[in-house]
């Protein structure tokens, strides 16, 4: 015990003396949240649109001052015909143009059913997505309000889960926990890899080898210290979302703290396992950034929405640990359901971690070769 | 019994075969010195004593027990000063040794009156960063956290290496009074003249021991005649010109003389006809490690 | 020997960094084709004294001439006509003998056609024309001294800076080496070789040797021992160093 702790506290030396570990420790995730957060919520506020009103009855005027006082969107101009949709889009000032059919409310009372077409500028084809994404929420949100006064009448409502867990509709309830994800594997698993490989640079690992050591021991020793130290990141994480951004925490925090600390290990048993692969620190950095980081951006959900990628790809998202984390994150933290609907993703993370680690100890020699 | 027994020990490397055959021994608190150039098999024989790589064959035993089958137990009797000094730059030379104190289950109290004699040497930069510390410095304190946990077996791989000539001095000095301590040292060296503070020598060449003596006893691997020439100024010229004569088995340059060996007494008395007649100061000497281990490399 | 002319000239040569003198006022002369030993302890002051011979840094006062060129003017030019080697960075590992050689005759400007023909020269000579296609990482360790020294002198330099050449060779490829050293020497290249072992420094035709930043001692290696009454220049080094410790 007492040997651990002193490999604890010399891990800590390494830690606090080097400004560079210090910075990217803390500084680089409180700036990524900040610039994601602020770059995302940015991004739809005051988007021009036109609206072509075939209808002009009461609820189509009510969806249109909902859309318009939601703060996302701001009138530009009435259109009267559809032949003026692509000049207005050409002249760039317009993004979107929402059009009414003839009779709307009437049909809607009627059957339940009425049209209600988004098009968009796709230019921008994040941009274009988003925007779409945001008015059908409104509109949907329209709708339930009109469904919870009149039960009776089954309107038609798309349960896209996504924006109708996401009221506000913000961007930075998607990016907070993609961010959380991939700020953590990166932290976790390229610093646990970079200070193990550092030994074999240095060669004080020769020397950790041929004390009486046992490879658990230096492997916790190397670990615990980055535990606690990812752990206190997902704290900032999570306070800077719920006070800059206004980020709830709707479910358990005991179990979202204990499910980030089971990625937070899941994260550190890969990085240990790439230092059993990487000769040196430069590998072990290499590896981590084109396995670890690219990856979890690209695939994991975090940005593009998985169930628009192709087959294959969806596939590879599923070895992705982000991913699952992702998910669970989004359960407890927005839609603010328990264990039981997460368990699956738990158990899948369980899994990664315990073969990981064996991984890990089969490949950490007791000797040099 | 022996402290440390070495039996036909064999290394390779895919086709490289970086040792063949070793055997040795070395008694209890004897300062055993291995002696070649870098690539020789020095750092591989050391490895497979520390128990950090595996034979192909061959057996090694520390203190009675199997570096293979025993390596834990060995692990806690051995210190090891690795090629590279392995000190933590960004630890003050306090933390390190503490560190590697709690690390070997010691304490620097514990064992403090081994150390003490390198340790009040480093101990008024005890707050100074390792990396910041001169090669002769990082040399003792390297040499300070091997010996914490009062090992039995010291295994020092290249200590002397880009440490400059007074801090080589004092170092030998320290290895012998470890040494008095009852503790054994097995210690690897590129630069021959470092033979004379050992108690053993093994000269070392292409992964195989080439001779094992005391230290006054080496030139005994030397057979042939040796002279030493002193033509003042301009030893090169006189090397190119004296590897044309006929009776020259072999010349080197030695500083600013030369050596030459000869085969027979008929080549050494034409060589000494050719000295009177170009006026070359030149003795008959008794050859140095490095005429012996020269001698060695072409028997070989 | 013959009285040559001077290609390195140092007058009260001072180099501070704030108030720590790393070299105290150095005068001394190399003259062409000499082997000169430039020793000293470690923190002595060498490498600090050679960055400003070899045009890397300013001194911060004295007159200062390397191959007829003013040190704090003409540092492109003394660039030129240097070489240097030293055993820690001298060769690329991952490129072959003759891509090394191709790559810093290309530093210096030499002229395709020469290069192609001195190339051939030198490998013929170090008889290396069969693996001049061989990695330098699979060339063992006392030819790629002999390489590196041989690529410092490729293209005929005044003086060619050695920084410890050679370290952990055995006693023969030593020999080799420093037999190429005087061939440089006798063709008239000056050779500036810095070393803290001593058994380098008996090759050399004069030595200085630094403690504390000042030049204590220079002459040839002979004299030196006469002087210190040792049998080795170690001897000679070590009364001087110490006395500095002592200090």
Redesign the interface.
């Given at each position: 015990m007492k040997r651990y702790w002193g490999f604890v506290i010399k891990e800590f030396y390494h830690i606090f003396r080097d400004f560079r570990t210090l910075l990217i420790l803390f500084g680089i995730p409180v700036a990524q949240v900040l610039i994601f957060g602020f770059v995302v919520s940015n991004e739809i506020r005051n988007i021009k649109i036109s609206i072509l009103d075939y209808s002009h009855d009461e609820v189509t005027e009510k969806i249109t001052n909902k859309i318009i006082s939601s703060g996302y969107f701001e009138l530009y101009s009435h259109l009267t015909d559809y032949s003026q949709i692509e000049p207005a889009f050409r002249t760039g000032n317009v993004k979107e143009v929402i059009i009414f059919e003839p009779g709307f409310s009437s049909k809607l009372g009627k059957t339940g059913d009425a049209a209600l077409r988004i098009v968009s500028d796709a230019s921008d084809a994040n941009t274009g997505r988003l925007i779409t994404s945001y008015t059908q929420g409104i509109v949907m949100n329209y709708l339930q309000e009109l469904m919870g006064q009149n039960t009776s009448v089954p309107f038609t409502i798309d349960t896209r889960t996504r924006m109708y867990f996401n009221q506000g509709m913000k961007g930075v309830y998607m990016f907070v926990p993609g961010t959380m994800a991939m700020i953590l594997m990166l932290i976790s698993a390229l610093m646990t890899s970079i200070s193990i490989t550092r030994e074999k640079e240095m060669g004080t690992m020769e020397v950790l080898l041929v004390s009486p050591l046992r490879p658990i021991q230096i492997i916790l020793g190397k670990v615990s210290p980055y535990i606690v130290m990812a752990f206190i990141n997902a704290i900032m994480i999570l306070i800077l979302g719920n006070f800059v951004f206004k980020l709830p925490i709707n479910g358990s925090l005991v179990l979202l703290l204990l499910e980030t600390i089971l990625y937070i290990t899941l994260a550190l048993s890969l990085g240990i396992f790439i230092s059993t692969v990487a000769k040196n620190q430069q590998m072990a950095m290499f590896i981590s950034m084109l396995v670890l980081m690219l990856p979890t951006i690209l695939l994991s959900g975090f940005i593009f929405p998985i169930e628009n990628m192709p087959e294959i790809l969806q596939w590879l998202s599923a070895i992705m640990p982000p991913r699952w984390f992702i998910i669970i994150l989004k359960n407890i933290m927005i839609k603010g359901t328990g264990i039981l609907f997460i368990w699956k993703e738990t158990l899948i993370l369980m899994g990664m971690t315990s073969i990981f680690i064996g991984l890990s100890v089969k490949r950490f020699k007791i000797r040099l070769e | 019994m022996s402290e440390i027994q070495v039996k036909n020990l064999h290394k390779s490397y895919g086709d490289i075969e970086a040792l063949k055959d070793i055997s040795f021994e070395v008694d209890k608190s004897e300062i055993f010195g291995v002696i070649g150039p870098d690539g020789a098999g020095k750092t591989s024989l050391f490895r497979i004593l520390t128990s950090l790589l595996l034979p192909d064959s061959g057996s090694v035993m520390l203190a009675g027990l199997d570096v293979v089958k025993d390596y834990d137990k060995i692990r806690k009797i051995i210190g090891y000063m690795p090629g590279r000094f392995s000190l933590y730059q960004d630890l003050s030379v306090e933390e390190n040794l503490n560190f590697y104190a709690t690390v070997f289950g010691s304490s620097i109290e514990e064992n403090y009156d081994l150390i003490r004699d390198i340790y009040v040497q480093i101990e008024p930069f005890k707050k100074r960063l390792a990396g910041k510390l001169s090669g002769g410095m990082k040399q003792k304190l390297a040499l300070s956290c091997a010996l914490i946990h009062r090992p039995e077996v010291l295994v020092l791989d290249e200590p002397t290496t880009g440490v400059d000539a007074v801090s080589r001095v004092e170092f030998w000095d320290l290895l012998h009074k470890i040494k008095l301590e009852g503790i054994t040292i097995i210690v690897s060296t590129p630069y021959m003249d470092e033979a004379a503070r050992c108690d053993r020598v093994a000269l070392i060449q292409k992964g195989e021991i080439m001779s094992i003596s005391k230290p006054e006893a080496i030139h005994k691997g030397f057979t042939r005649i040796l002279y030493e020439l002193s033509p003042g100024h301009g030893a090169y010229r006189l090397l190119k010109n004296i590897r044309n004569e006929e009776w020259c088995a072999n010349a080197w340059l030695f500083g600013q003389s030369v050596h030459l060996t000869l085969d027979t007494n008929k080549e050494e008395t034409e060589f000494l006809e050719y000295a009177k007649r170009e006026k070359l100061s030149s003795k008959k000497i008794t050859a140095g490690i490095e005429d012996t281990f020269m001698e060695l490399m072409r028997k070989a | 020997?013959e009285s040559k002319e001077n290609i390195i000239v140092v007058k009260d040569l001072v180099k501070k960094f704030g108030n720590f003198v790393a070299n105290d006022h150095l005068s001394f002369e190399v003259k062409r084709g000499e082997i000169f030993g430039f020793l000293g302890?470690?923190?002595a002051g060498k490498t600090t004294a050679i960055r400003i011979l070899c045009g890397l840094s300013f001194p911060t006062s004295g007159e200062i001439s390397v191959a007829g060129y003013d040190a704090y003017k003409e540092r492109e030019a003394i660039k030129r006509n240097i070489g240097y080697m030293s055993q820690k960075f001298s060769l690329y590992d991952d490129l072959t003998i003759s891509e090394n050689i191709k790559f810093y005759a290309g530093i210096y400007g030499l002229a395709p056609k020469i290069i192609k023909s001195r190339t051939a020269e030198l490998l013929s000579r170090m008889g290396l024309e069969d693996i001049h296609n061989r990695l330098i990482r699979d060339v063992?360790?006392?030819w790629k001294q002999k390489l590196a020294f041989s690529v410092a002198i490729f293209h005929n330099p005044s003086i060619v800076f050695l920084d410890e050449p050679t370290?952990?060779?055995?006693?023969?490829?030593r020999?080799q080496f420093?037999?190429l050293i005087?061939?440089a020497?006798?063709a008239g290249i000056t050779v500036f070789v810095t070393t803290?072992?001593?058994?380098e420094a008996?090759?050399c035709d004069r030595v200085s040797i630094m403690v504390d930043g000042k030049i204590a001692a220079l002459d040839?290696?002979?004299q030196l021992k006469k002087i210190y009454k040792t049998k080795?220049m170690?001897g000679v080094?070590?009364t001087l160093?110490?006395g500095a410790?002592n200090n």
């Open positions: - | - | 020997m302890a470690n923190g063992p360790l006392g370290g952990g060779v055995d006693p023969i490829t020999r420093w037999e005087n061939e020497a006798a803290h072992y001593m058994d008996e090759y040839t290696p002979e080795e170690n080094f070590l160093a110490r410790k």
